[in-house]
């Protein structure tokens, strides 16, 4: 009499199907993993080792169709969105042929062919050099960002580095990148590679946007070098992205009163409208910066507002009829205050209503901008504290819209006050000061003054929003500065290929900081250029 088996009994069949599920759910797993890994890069992706050019070759052109594709999809994608947002204003016999244009248009395919040149001539070249100029271990000239002294080696612990001595901690892979660029290229490697690719890719643009792609490049180069070079030397200037706030804002404003036309007509539309004076009135101003007239037309409009009180009628009643008369005296060289706060007459009582208004505007721009981003892109983070994440996005998003309107209302007080300087400074006879002292409180220049005043701010915003909003506008300031130069014969007409030295000197600045001292990059730069072209 036989026992029966205590374990369950699996008949041959049905163990083998159980086992070849499991091998074909394991084979899909990493099928679905290996399709993941050619759109999203792993972390911690080792550099690929080149012996030759043909692999070189082969290593550039896998990762310019990578991001070809990847660069298409993303516009693409976007254009999409903004098509799907006009579709109600479409009639509809044309929207299909909207949505094939926004995936199928030409700028999904001009992104797309500037990325994909870019990673294939940058990998190419970067990995040629040291096979066509090898060099030496450790023969790389000296280098202002670089310590001839650093090893590469797994730092201590934090507790045994003093708090002004500690570096970055590198994981194994990023490690061994830098062992991988220390004993196989030289600095100069990178910036050659990044110059050449950065140069060609951006021609496949349209020009329009060279110049804003350029700009960007050029400044997180910037960013980047003066990182390296002050973690190099020990050198910290405190609140530096508070002083370049303040110069660039200097000049932005001295260009929308004085040079306009050195600002994108987009840029001076939004500041014009942040500003809540009457168009009119800034136009007056412009012309009377450029000119000493007005046009009679801009008067007229402000006299036409419904918000205009008598007082400041009479005052532009009486402007307008000395302008129309022959000959034209048109006063000042500034309009009067009842124009640019036709509303109230005393200018005391402008600031502090201009602050309300200017911060309940930007509180729905600013809103956005700090509560989209955390929760599409920190969503786990935000449904595990949901109160916590809001409470702090709240606040940033209060301490946005009142730096806004804090620049706002400093301004306007600084541009009604200088007026009453002036004509207090003119009439006293206490002290006897220099003429051109007190008439620079009537001059251009005294409008990028009050954009200095205002640009400071910056310091009622949060301190790691104060680079970011530096680095925004540090491009604007510095076009706007290189094209009033230029049109004082100070610097040199770049011609057509001004964008392309722009985008080739910023990519090399990029470049050699994104190779060699990547932490000296922005998190944002740095994710991006890892997922585009990995190590090498």
Same mark, same amino acid.
């Given at each position: 009499?036989?026992?029966?088996?205590?374990?369950?009994?699996? *008949?041959?069949?049905?163990?083998?199907?159980? !086992?070849? +599920?499991?091998?074909?759910? *394991?084979?899909?797993?990493?099928?679905?993993?290996?399709?993941?890994? #050619?759109? $999203?890069?792993?972390?911690?992706?080792?550099?690929?080792?080149?012996?030759?050019?043909?692999?070189?070759?082969?290593?550039?052109?896998?990762? /310019?169709?990578?991001?070809?594709? #990847?660069?298409? &999809?993303?516009?693409? =994608?976007?254009?999409?969105?903004?098509?799907?947002?006009?579709?109600?204003?479409?009639?509809? +016999?044309?929207?299909?042929?909207?949505?094939?244009?926004?995936? !199928?248009?030409?700028?999904?395919?001009?992104?797309?062919?500037?990325?994909?040149?870019?990673?294939?001539?940058?990998?190419?070249?970067?990995?040629?050099?040291?096979?066509?100029?090898?060099?030496?271990?450790? *023969?790389?000239?000296? =280098?202002?960002?670089?310590?001839?002294?650093?090893?590469?080696?797994?730092?201590?612990?934090?507790?045994?580095?003093?708090?002004?001595?500690?570096?970055?901690?590198?994981?194994?892979?990023?490690?061994?990148?830098?062992?991988?660029?220390?004993?196989?290229?030289?600095?100069?490697?990178?910036?050659?590679? @990044?110059?050449?690719?950065? @140069?060609?890719?951006?021609?496949?643009?349209?020009?329009?946007?060279?110049?804003?792609?350029?700009?960007?490049?050029?400044?997180?180069?910037?960013? @980047?070098?003066?990182?390296?070079?002050?973690?190099?030397?020990?050198?910290?200037?405190?609140?530096?992205?508070?002083?370049?706030?303040?110069?660039?804002?200097?000049?932005?404003?001295?260009?929308?009163?004085?040079?306009?036309?050195?600002?994108?007509? =987009?840029?001076?539309?939004?500041?014009?409208?942040?500003?809540?004076?009457?168009?009119?009135?800034?136009?007056?101003?412009?012309?009377?910066?450029?000119?000493?007239?007005?046009? #009679?037309?801009?008067?007229?409009?402000?006299?036409?507002?419904?918000?205009?009180?008598?007082?400041?009628?009479?005052?532009?009643?009486?402007?307008? &009829?000395?302008?129309?008369?022959?000959?034209?005296?048109?006063?000042?060289?500034?309009?009067?205050?009842?124009?640019?706060?036709?509303?109230?007459?005393?200018?005391?009582?402008?600031?502090?209503?201009?602050?309300?208004?200017?911060?309940?505007? &930007?509180?729905?721009?600013?809103? *956005?901008?700090?509560?989209?981003?955390? %929760?599409?892109?920190?969503?786990? &983070?935000?449904?595990?504290?949901?109160?916590?994440?809001? /409470?702090?996005? @709240?606040?940033?998003?209060?301490?946005?819209?009142?730096?806004?309107?804090?620049? #706002?209302?400093?301004?306007?007080? $600084?541009?009604? !006050?200088?007026?009453?300087?002036?004509?207090?400074?003119?009439?006293?006879?206490?002290?006897?000061?220099?003429?051109?002292?007190?008439?620079?409180?009537?001059?251009?220049?005294?409008?990028?003054?009050?954009?200095? !005043?205002?640009?400071? =701010?910056?310091?009622?915003?949060?301190?790691?929003?104060?680079?970011?909003?530096?680095?925004?506008?540090?491009?604007?300031?510095?076009?706007?500065?290189?094209?009033?130069?230029?049109?004082?014969? $100070?610097?040199?007409?770049?011609?057509?290929?001004?964008?392309? %030295?722009?985008?080739?000197? /910023?990519?090399?600045?990029?470049?050699?900081?994104?190779? +060699?001292?990547?932490?000296?990059?922005?998190?944002?730069?740095?994710?991006?250029?890892?997922?585009?072209?990995?190590? +090498?």
């Amino acid at each position: 009499m036989s026992r029966t088996p205590s374990y369950i009994q699996l *008949a041959p069949r049905r163990a083998m199907a159980s !086992f070849e +599920n499991l091998v074909a759910l *394991a084979n899909h797993q990493e099928r679905l993993r290996e399709a993941r890994r #050619i759109v $999203w890069r792993e972390r911690g992706e080792p550099a690929v080792e080149l012996e030759d050019l043909w692999e070189c070759m082969e290593h550039a052109g896998r990762g /310019g169709l990578r991001a070809a594709a #990847i660069a298409f &999809a993303l516009r693409a =994608s976007v254009n999409l969105v903004l098509a799907t947002i006009r579709m109600g204003k479409v009639p509809k +016999n044309m929207r299909l042929s909207l949505i094939q244009h926004a995936i !199928f248009g030409k700028d999904s395919f001009r992104f797309a062919a500037m990325l994909g040149s870019f990673v294939t001539v940058y990998k190419a070249t970067l990995n040629a050099l040291p096979i066509l100029l090898p060099a030496n271990e450790r *023969a790389s000239s000296p =280098s202002p960002f670089e310590d001839e002294n650093e090893d590469i080696e797994v730092p201590p612990t934090p507790f045994e580095v003093p708090l002004s001595d500690r570096q970055p901690r590198l994981s194994l892979s990023a490690q061994a990148h830098q062992v991988w660029v220390r004993k196989k290229t030289r600095r100069w490697y990178s910036m050659f590679a @990044g110059a050449l690719a950065g @140069g060609l890719a951006v021609m496949f643009e349209k020009r329009s946007r060279r110049v804003v792609i350029a700009q960007q490049l050029f400044v997180r180069g910037l960013q @980047g070098s003066y990182n390296a070079f002050t973690s190099k030397h020990g050198f910290h200037l405190p609140n530096g992205e508070v002083l370049m706030f303040c110069l660039c804002c200097t000049q932005i404003v001295y260009a929308l009163f004085a040079r306009p036309d050195t600002l994108p007509r =987009s840029y001076t539309t939004w500041l014009t409208t942040a500003s809540g004076a009457p168009p009119s009135a800034m136009k007056m101003v412009q012309d009377m910066n450029r000119t000493g007239t007005f046009d #009679i037309q801009d008067i007229n409009k402000i006299l036409d507002r419904e918000d205009l009180i008598p007082v400041n009628q009479a005052t532009l009643l009486a402007r307008r &009829a000395l302008a129309t008369n022959s000959p034209p005296d048109f006063g000042p060289p500034y309009p009067p205050c009842s124009a640019v706060h036709p509303w109230v007459e005393s200018c005391t009582h402008v600031p502090l209503p201009r602050f309300f208004t200017v911060f309940k505007w &930007a509180f729905p721009i600013y809103g *956005a901008l700090h509560f989209v981003p955390m %929760i599409l892109f920190k969503r786990h &983070a935000f449904f595990k504290n949901p109160l916590q994440k809001l /409470g702090r996005a @709240g606040w940033a998003t209060i301490r946005s819209s009142a730096f806004l309107a804090t620049f #706002i209302a400093t301004f306007q007080t $600084w541009f009604c !006050f200088k007026h009453y300087l002036h004509r207090t400074l003119s009439s006293q006879t206490l002290v006897k000061l220099p003429q051109k002292f007190i008439d620079f409180f009537l001059s251009k220049y005294s409008y990028g003054l009050g954009g200095l !005043f205002g640009a400071l =701010s910056l310091l009622v915003e949060e301190k790691r929003r104060r680079g970011e909003l530096a680095m925004y506008v540090l491009p604007k300031g510095m076009e706007s500065a290189w094209l009033t130069a230029r049109g004082k014969g $100070w610097v040199f007409h770049t011609g057509q290929f001004g964008e392309m %030295i722009l985008a080739a000197v /910023g990519m090399s600045m990029v470049m050699s900081i994104y190779q +060699n001292d990547p932490h000296h990059l922005s998190g944002l730069v740095r994710r991006i250029l890892y997922q585009f072209i990995g190590p +090498n």
